[in-house]
């Protein structure tokens, strides 16, 4: 690579490192280069002290590229040999380090400083550091500056749109160099108003101690044979504009100079104002915009009478320098198109796309959660429990307080049956086995099926299609001797109609009590009568009289087919589900408590009948 | 974000606390400065303070005002009672110095030092970008006369210190042998100080050689707020003071009120009141900008108010601060009419339709107001989605009977206002 002029900050084969994660600034930065037509991206590497080395994907124009990121500066050098820029994202509390760092690595010339705030005294050492081993800082408290259809730094010129509008994406003959930032993008539309377009745009950064200041960038216009004029704004403070004015006196700037020192206004404040910038503040006489204004003026500047016209001195300048042909207009190279991204896109509704999901349950996007139409603070205002947020989430409408009780019951009955059952077994067996809480859980929960808590769903859905099929319970129960299969929900190991089992006892009163009809419950009730006359344990059982009832539930509150809906879904399952996991976690954190080591089956229970040999 | 001034105060009480910390311990100040403010419950001070019953004392506002004594601010060699009674005459109570008028509020007391005119010395340390000058006289005092003149100068490189003899070289040449070592001393040390709190001004006139001690009779000095992070432990709990005379009107105090709320910038200065030209400009560059305008169009004198916003702030603050002027503006009738610019360059990455919204709200609630007060509204703006913003601004001019011309960045920024007080382009 042929080395750089030492006017040339940055040219179209310049590639920085980032510092710090600022993805919107790299893909700004990646767009002008695809508009500029630049054949590498001018970003190489992103160095990002708190994350770790990998990659991070960005467009290139229409095309997707993976931009390297590092941990260490370091790393990043010796991967990137060319690079000799860097743009600094870090904060004002690392800047100066970060800055400081960069210096050690003699490939890195140039460091753009972006941060707000950085100490006047670090600054200051890092401006004598910089000078003695010739390097370059561009800032603090800047957005950076721009080389026309070269090189973008950062944030420069706003959105790409601008960039096209005040041309940017191609070369034209003014340098300009100014304290703001944030009037960067104005300035660039003055100068592609009033001129064949800008060549190179530096913002110096409103501090008072900037590592260059507007005079070190003029000079290095001044050498570049393709900048033909330099426009400049000042700002009242400091005494960076007489060192123009000495410039100009001397003859070190020959070029024209269209400059104008913002801050005239401080006439009419009767205090002392500090301005937006922090060296924008006038100590003396000869720090006020007027005095600096008509020094510029008194050495040769062309300075306009007010910022009103600074935009027709600028055209003036060009034309007569058109007229006397050291600036050949060129001709306009055909624009090149960034795509629009999706979301802008959206947001200017240009485009739509069909939706992969859909949710109508719940809604994370706003100011506050939503159950269904229900905000998180009306959930706990209105105190709907864990049943009325179940049946808002699982049955999509809140439903009375009675019934949010009673699935609360449900879920409070279901919720433990002692350690030996076959799902708290397989948790406790698991947990011992030095699995973690949701390995053991799970375990448990696997065992859920047809023999083990299915019961429930499995009541549900025979007593449910024998009732609708006006089958009489006696029909019911012979049809099912018949088919030689167990009634579900029917019968119980140790309670008997003489010991009845306490949990179906509340369940089924606070039913008959308050749900406003309970056909199925009655029917069921009407089977065991017939049940139980051929065996005094074949009751009703838990899961049986929770299903049922649930079942007159749903049908009262949602009509029978949507009730049927629900229930062919696997909702009562669901219902089963949830209140065992507690018990199951409980069963968990148990045996964890008692630091259970692992179960092992001993041989003598169980019984080897292999084929003999 | 910048240097910011300190109570003299302020500024003693760290140079007792920390300045044998810079010298090894031989150079002691005695933290004899109390400050009086506006809540300083002052009967109590006596037994707090010990001394203030047993000496003489010197009493000043402590208020960033400079030449003190000759705007008769100051009571010498007095006794507490005396004090006492000098600060209650004058606490709150307006005074002018110079053309600017403001209330005291603070004053700082300490002993009074009796000495010989010769006993004065001038010292003062500044910041330049390439290292820190200090100054020297060998005569101090209010009537010190043009210091820059006068003074020996030592430039010290950033990042260097100056050793005494260096001092005593450059700076002491005109002092009485007896003393400069105590002298080169005391500044070694001083410098130290000033370098390592991140001070970026510092005058002491005079500071007075008693026998082999040394005080600073009279102290101003800014410090870079940016260093917070770094020297804030060691500055203490301070706070920067307004510049004396700014005292904010009830508009102006709430708008700094909301602009402490927000992470944007609101800004408001009413220059004013009566005049008919208003601002409301977004960035603080361009509302400098359009603030100039007006001052070189030869309006000055119709110059309303100063301010910016700024940081993309919210719908809600964009509203009350858009009211806070439409309120102001509109309040008294001018036979002329008046006019509000609505103005901003080219934003980089806010969505101008979004930021004019809050704008538009309170424009709306003040429509009669407005047509009443016959005001004429100017936009002009660029930026993210500025099509939209504008042609907003545009349908409301119609809607609400108030003339609103509307411009985007086709027309030249400041354009809007030769338009406004000329009467066309």
Redo the contacts between chains.
């Keep these: 690579m042929a080395a750089k002029k030492d006017y040339i900050l940055f040219d179209k084969d310049t590639q920085a490192f980032i510092y710090n994660m600022q993805t919107n600034a790299v893909q700004r930065m990646l767009d002008f280069d695809f508009v500029a037509g630049r054949k590498t991206p001018s970003v190489a590497a992103i160095i990002n002290p708190t994350g770790s080395d990998g990659f991070q994907k960005f467009f290139f124009g229409p095309k997707e590229i993976l931009v390297p990121v590092y941990k260490l500066m370091k790393t990043a050098t010796v991967n990137h040999k060319n690079v000799d820029v860097m743009i600094n994202f870090a904060s004002?509390?690392s800047a100066a380090a970060t800055t400081e760092e960069a210096f050690t690595y003699p490939q890195l010339r140039t460091v753009v400083i972006i941060a707000?705030?950085?100490?006047?005294?670090?600054m200051?050492?890092l401006?004598?550091k910089a000078k003695q081993l010739n390097k370059v800082i561009i800032g603090p408290a800047t957005?950076g500056g721009i080389v026309a259809g070269a090189f973008k730094i950062g944030?420069t010129g706003?959105?790409i749109?601008?960039i096209m509008?005040s041309k940017l994406h191609r070369p034209g003959s003014v340098g300009f160099v100014s304290k703001?930032g944030?009037?960067s993008?104005?300035a660039y539309?003055?100068v592609s108003?009033n001129t064949d377009g800008l060549y190179e745009g530096i913002a110096i950064g409103g501090d008072?101690?900037p590592g260059t200041t507007l005079l070190d960038h003029l000079l290095r216009f001044e050498k570049n044979p393709d900048i033909k004029m330099l426009v400049c704004l000042g700002?009242?403070g400091g005494s960076d504009e007489y060192t123009i004015v000495d410039a100009l006196k001397k003859k070190q700037l020959t070029k024209p100079l269209i400059m104008w020192v913002?801050?005239?206004?401080s006439?009419?404040?009767?205090?002392?104002?500090?301005?937006?910038?922090?060296?924008?503040?006038a100590g003396s006489d000869a720090e006020t915009?007027d005095a600096k204004n008509a020094a510029l003026k008194a050495a040769g500047a062309v300075v306009p009478?007010?910022?009103?016209d600074?935009?027709e001195k600028i055209g003036m300048v060009y034309k007569d320098l058109v007229k006397k042909k050291i600036i050949v207009p060129r001709p306009e190279p055909p624009a090149v198109k960034v795509p629009m991204d999706y979301n802008a896109a959206i947001k200017a509704k240009v485009v739509r796309r069909p939706a992969n999901f859909i949710s109508t349950i719940s809604d994370d996007r706003g100011e506050e959660l939503l159950y269904g139409s229900m905000p998180i603070s009306e959930v706990f205002k209105k105190d709907i429990g864990i049943g009325g947020v179940l049946s808002i989430l699982w049955f999509k409408r809140l439903l009375p307080d009675y019934a949010t009780k009673f699935i609360e019951m449900a879920v409070m009955v279901t919720a433990d049956h002692g350690p030996a059952v076959s799902g708290a077994h397989n948790t406790i067996v698991a947990t011992r086995a030095g699995k973690d809480l949701i390995s053991s859980l799970v375990s448990g929960m696997l065992t859920i099926g047809p023999r083990f808590g299915g019961a429930i769903d499995g009541a549900a859905q025979m007593f449910s299609e024998a009732y609708d099929a006006g089958k009489t319970p006696a029909q019911f129960v012979n049809d099912m001797k018949q088919k030689g299969v167990n009634i579900q929900g029917i019968g119980h190991l140790v309670k008997s109609i003489h010991n009845p089992d306490m949990r179906v006892t509340i369940i089924s009163g606070y039913a008959k009590k308050h749900f406003k009809s309970t056909p199925l419950l009655d029917y069921a009730r009407e089977v065991e009568k017939i049940t139980t006359s051929k065996r005094d344990n074949l009751i009703l059982n838990v899961d049986g009289c929770i299903g049922i009832c649930f079942v007159d539930l749903l049908r009262s509150e949602l009509g029978t087919k949507e009730a049927d809906e629900y229930i062919k879904m696997g909702a009562l399952n669901g219902l089963f589900v949830l209140g065992r996991s507690i018990g199951l976690i409980g069963h968990y954190l148990d045996q964890k408590r008692l630091k259970q080591g692992l179960y092992r089956h001993p041989w003598d229970d169980i019984a080897y009948m292999l084929p003999e040999k | 974000?910048?240097?910011k001034a300190i109570r003299e105060a302020d500024g003693k009480r760290m140079i007792a606390r920390l300045l044998k910390e810079y010298t090894n311990g031989t150079y002691t100040i005695a933290d004899r400065f109390v400050t009086v403010g506006p809540d300083t419950d002052v009967k109590k001070l006596p037994t707090k303070y010990s001394w203030l019953a047993k000496e003489k004392l010197v009493v000043k506002p402590d208020q960033l005002i400079k030449r003190r004594g000759k705007s008769k601010l100051l009571l010498l060699n007095a006794d507490w009672k005396d004090a006492e009674q000098w600060i209650k005459g004058r606490m709150s109570k307006p005074v002018t110095v110079g053309?600017?008028t403001g209330i005291l509020d603070h004053f700082i007391v300490e002993p009074f030092v009796p000495h010989a005119e010769t006993d004065e010395y001038y010292l003062a340390i500044l910041?330049k970008?390439?290292?820190d000058e200090i100054l020297f006289h060998h005569q101090g005092g209010i009537n010190v006369g043009d210091i820059d003149a006068k003074a020996a100068r030592l430039m010290v490189?950033?990042?260097t210190s100056p050793t005494a003899a260096d001092i005593q070289r450059q700076l002491l040449g005109n002092v009485p042998k007896e003393r400069r070592e105590l002298i080169a001393g005391f500044i070694e040390g001083m410098f130290k100080f000033y370098?390592d709190l991140?001070y970026?001004y510092l005058e002491i006139n005079p500071f007075v050689v008693t026998g082999n001690k040394i005080v600073p009779l009279d102290l101003a000095a800014k410090l870079?707020d940016?260093?917070e992070?770094?020297s804030g432990k060691k500055w203490g709990g301070i706070e920067f003071p307004s510049?004396?005379?700014?005292m904010l009107t009830k508009e102006e105090a709430y708008i700094k009120d909301l602009d402490s709320k927000t992470g944007a910038?609101l800004k408001l200065?009413v220059?004013n009141p009566d005049a008919r030209v208003w601002t409301m400009v977004a960035?603080?560059?361009?509302?400098?900008?359009y603030?100039?305008?007006?001052?070189?169009?030869g309006f000055?004198g119709e110059?309303a108010n100063?301010g910016?916003y700024?940081g993309d702030p919210n719908e809600e603050f964009t509203y009350l601060y858009a009211k806070t002027i439409l309120d102001l503006m509109t309040r008294k009738k001018h036979p002329k009419g008046k006019f509000l610019l609505i103005g901003g360059?080219?934003?980089?990455?806010t969505d101008v339709a979004n930021t004019f919204k809050g704008i538009v709200r309170a424009l709306k609630e003040y429509q009669k107001k407005l047509q009443d007060t016959n005001v004429k509204i100017f936009v002009r703006r660029?930026?993210?989605n500025y099509k939209e913003g504008l042609r907003v601004m545009r349908e409301l001019g119609e809607q609400l009977g108030v003339p609103i011309e509307v411009y985007g960045?086709?027309t030249?920024?400041?354009?809007i206002?030769?338009m406004a007080l000329k009467g066309g382009k």
């Design positions: 004002f509390r707000e705030g950085v100490p006047e005294r670090r200051r050492e401006i004598a957005v944030n706003g959105t749109e601008n509008d703001s944030g009037l993008n104005e539309n003055i108003q008072r101690y700002e009242v913002t801050g005239t206004c006439k009419a404040f009767k205090t002392e104002v500090q301005f937006g910038h922090a060296g924008a503040k915009a009478n007010s910022f009103d600074y935009g | 974000m910048a240097q053309t600017v910041s970008r390439e290292g490189p950033i990042g370098a991140n970026t870079d940016t260093a992070f770094v510049p004396f005379g700014r910038s200065t220059l960035g603080g560059g361009a509302s400098v900008i603030a100039d305008t007006i001052t070189d169009l000055m110059m100063y910016e700024s360059g080219i934003a980089n990455f660029g930026g993210p960045p086709e030249h920024m400041t354009k206002v030769s």
